[in-house]
């Protein structure tokens, strides 16, 4: 990670809220510069400042792809106690197509599981965009689509369609 980008990364997470709080805004203007601060973005997603929140947002909305190395990582986070955090870390894996293909038997368990219905619903998101790779998940996104969520059931399909295809 560069110098600069390690030390707004290190800022990120200072117990100074003024301090968080620049570095989140500088980060956000990085655009795909911030890639090898993404996990570190995703778990700034706890932050207790809801300021602080929507520039990481900002940054990982912007970054594009996270790197391939950092997959195991995001799927370590899937579960996290923030819906943020599970939510930021299903997409940035989605973001990796085939690349995350390893991720699949987590993100089908944050799918099958008592998770936040936003991260549930990006869990079925991110099985389609990894595509056929993910095919050991169909049957996961079935059961999604039988519950009586329209939206979880939809993209669950949608999912399915991809990787069946």
């Given at each position: ?6 030390v ?5 997470f ?12 500088q ?38 792809p ?15 106690a923030?819906?943020d ?21 987590g ?5 099958a ?26 049957d ?17 399909h ?8």
């Amino acid at each position: 990670m560069p110098t600069q980008l390690s030390v707004l990364v290190d800022d990120l997470f200072a117990g100074d809220r003024q301090r968080r709080l620049e570095a989140a805004e500088q980060l956000s203007r990085l655009g795909s510069e911030v890639r090898p601060a993404a996990v570190n973005l995703v778990k700034a997603c706890r932050d207790e400042s809801e300021e602080i929140r929507e520039y990481v947002v900002a940054a990982l909305e912007e970054m594009g792809p996270p790197r391939l190395e950092d997959s195991f990582l995001l799927a370590e986070l899937l579960n996290d106690a923030s819906a943020d955090v599970g939510y930021w870390a299903a997409t940035l894996l989605g973001r990796l197509k085939q690349g995350a293909a390893e991720a699949v038997p987590g993100l089908a368990d944050v799918l099958a599981g008592p998770a936040d219905l936003s991260v549930r619903q990006r869990a079925a998101w991110a099985l389609g965009e990894i595509g056929p790779a993910a095919r050991p998940a169909v049957d996961v996104l079935r059961q999604a689509e039988a519950e009586g969520n329209p939206r979880l059931a939809r993209v669950a399909h949608q999912a399915r369609e991809k990787i069946e295809q």
